[in-house]
């Protein structure tokens, strides 16, 4: 490999905003802001959805449909069943 062409991987502390889950993991990513966790300082990079806090995750989807598609869809398509 070339030296000095790929960036920086180093442990990074990621933080959900909405929920304040924690884990550490690796990116390239880096910010001012630094915490000290395990004996290290790693930079903490603050999310606002995660698969911690995103609603077709967590079990909280909703619809949101103001026209009436998605129940013309279902329907159109409710007696229908698989072809074999």
């Known amino acids: 490999m070339k030296k000095g062409v790929h960036p920086d991987y180093h442990k990074v ?14 990116s ?5 802001d630094k915490r000290d966790v395990g004996g290290e ?3 903490v990079i603050r ?7 995103h609603p ?4 909280h989807a909703r ?4 026209e009436g598609r998605i129940d013309r ?7 229908k069943s698989k072809k074999a």
Not at 73 to 79: D, K, L, N, Q, T
């Open 13 to 26: 502390l990621f933080v959900d905003s909405s929920t304040g889950d924690e884990w550490v993991s690796y």
């Open 73 to 79: 869809f279902r329907r159109r398509y409710a007696g």
């Open 41 to 43: 300082s790693l930079p």
């Open 47 to 53: 999310l606002e959805v995660t698969a911690f806090s």
């Open 63 to 66: 619809e949101i449909d103001a």
């Open 56 to 59: 077709f995750w967590t079990g």
């Open 28 to 32: 390239t990513m880096s910010a001012a």
